[in-house]
């Protein structure tokens, strides 16, 4: 199944579409376009949860009697509850979970209705929830009479427990009108800008919703107790945890039918809700609001990171919020261009790759500062909390990063030019651009749990660099590592198999799909 919705984005940091989907999407003034696709035309479930396991018994602990008082020993604390490690849909629009430690495939959503589709799944930290999105009568294909619908769902991984958090839609009929408000701006709300944000501790679930016919931000926990966080005429999006799981921020705007956002603010909010403790208009280096949020990540006890822009001209930045004061400082400036990626390491340093400058972006005004006039060249930077600017590590044309677990190893993909193409590695603090360790570029790249293995395309590598294993498809799609190995799915998309450093194992066979999720490994 494939599933393409009604107002399909991509967003770079820094760059911003509302055309149908792509993996790589030029930057472009956003569009309104075509009405969502559903998933797959074959029939798929109103939700339901698959059969639970069979229950397991833990042994009562012999009482032993001494002279004095007969004493009960402690008890034993039972099986940890069943973790995902990956989730993924087979062509019929279910969806699944692949368990560890034996990597048992558990259904976790069957589908009944034709027109019914699943939009966006996330898996909790620690593995043992899936949230997910399931809705009717908003794709492009739903019959004119079908029931609108889009509800939150919880479920455990192992395939129990499944609940409705929420409806997200409010109790009208939507106009899905080509220009219409509901279109532009609800559905863009609820789907395609929609972020289900776990807590750091995996206890409540952040999420944007349009019940009461405004879209406002809501948390839930696990056991589906819903609390409303804002209660404001803006359309928010992107909520972001802070480490503690004491605040949330997001970003929010006046939403606009004609260019399908407006200008962005952030904002933070306590986790029981109230008034924002902290609310600051965007705006980049040049003094031009932004009308373009692609990310908000909390990177640190009082640092909100951002990446924004404007469609016109054509421009990407990345700055920094001091929640404490207020303060909005630049972290990359004027960039004509987009942001292709970021990426924030466990050691507390920022890695940003900047692709090829747009060739009409204009040229910067003459009366900026200096300091803020010069537009940022293509290449790899890194930025920490307390640095003025991000340095620049790398002048090759980089569109993706990925740090390892220990943070002291980045990876960044060069498409081009064929000299430079590849997948370089650079140690933390290193002097230089780091070692070039594939002549082709590479779809996908992944490090092991422990950082010290990094696949690209078939072949395992060491932190180093150095070839450890390759594996047993030609074309393989690596897509997460878990404790037990690495999950691949096979060039014709039809294979699910995990690598155990020697042998690879397969799980399922099927016609896969593993878009619109997240496939992150739980690590040990």
């Not at 943070?407 to 370089?424: F, I, K, S």
């Not at 399922?508 to 040990?524: A, I, W």
Request: net charge negative; hydrophobic share 40%.
């Amino acid at each position: 199944m494939r599933l393409i919705l009604l107002l399909g984005w991509v967003a770079l940091a820094g760059c911003e579409t509302t055309g149908v989907p792509t993996a790589a999407p030029p930057a472009t003034v956003p569009v309104p376009t075509s009405p969502p696709r559903p998933p797959s035309p074959s029939p798929i479930p109103s939700p339901s949860p698959a059969a639970p396991p069979t229950p397991t018994t833990t042994a009562t602990p012999t009482i032993t009697a001494t002279p004095a008082a007969t004493a009960t020993p402690a008890a034993s604390p039972g099986p940890a509850p069943p973790a995902a490690s990956l989730i993924y849909q087979p062509a019929d629009g279910s969806l699944w979970a692949v368990t560890e430690p034996d990597h048992t495939p558990v259904q976790l959503v069957a589908l009944a209705d034709p027109d019914a589709g699943i939009a966006l799944w996330a898996r909790s930290p620690d593995g043992q929830q899936v949230a997910y999105l399931s809705g009717t009568g908003v794709w492009d294909t739903s019959p004119a009479d079908a029931p609108q619908e889009l509800a939150l769902w919880l479920v455990g991984a192992d395939g129990t427990g499944a609940h409705k958090v929420q409806e997200l839609l409010p109790h009208r009929k939507l106009d899905l009108g080509e220009t219409a408000a509901d279109r532009v701006d609800v559905l863009r709300a609820l789907v395609e800008r929609q972020s289900l944000a776990w807590s750091p501790d995996s206890q409540r679930l952040a999420f944007v919703s349009d019940q009461t016919d405004q879209v406002d931000l809501y948390t839930t926990t696990r056991d589906g107790q819903v609390t409303q966080l804002t209660h404001s005429a803006a359309l928010e999006v992107l909520p972001s945890w802070a480490p503690d799981g004491s605040r949330v921020a997001y970003g929010f705007t006046a939403g606009g039918a004609t260019q399908g956002a407006g200008m962005y603010s952030l904002g933070v909010v306590p986790r029981e809700g109230g008034s924002p403790s902290r609310v600051v208009a965007l705006q980049l280096t040049t003094g031009d609001p932004a009308t373009i949020l692609s990310t908000v990540q909390w990177t640190g006890a009082d640092t909100v990171t951002v990446g924004l822009g404007t469609a016109q001209p054509n421009r990407g930045e990345a700055a920094a919020l001091v929640v404490s004061s207020g303060q909005l400082l630049p972290i990359l400036g004027a960039i004509k261009g987009p942001i292709a990626a970021t990426e924030w390491s466990a050691a507390g340093t920022l890695a940003l790759a900047v692709t090829t400058p747009a060739p009409d972006a204009p040229a910067d005004p003459p009366d900026l500062p200096s300091a803020k006039q010069a537009a940022a060249a293509p290449g790899v930077y890194t930025w920490q909390p307390g640095q003025p600017r991000a340095q620049r590590r790398s002048p090759a044309l980089a569109d993706s990063v990925a740090w390892n677990a220990p943070g002291t190893v980045l990876a960044y993909g060069v498409p081009e030019p064929a000299d430079q193409a590849g997948v370089w590695i650079w140690a933390a603090g290193a002097a230089g651009a780091g070692t070039r360790i594939t002549k082709a570029p590479a779809d996908t790249f992944l490090w092991s749990p422990d950082g010290g293995q990094l696949a690209i395309d078939n072949t395992i590598y060491s932190a180093a660099g150095r070839p450890l294993g390759t594996l047993p498809d030609a074309h393989p799609q690596p897509l997460a590592w878990s404790a037990g190995g690495l999950f691949f799915v096979t060039a014709d998309g039809t294979r699910l198999a995990v690598w155990d450093g020697h042998q690879a194992t397969t799980i399922v066979e099927d016609t896969l799909t593993f878009e619109g999720g997240r496939s992150v490994p739980v690590r040990p």
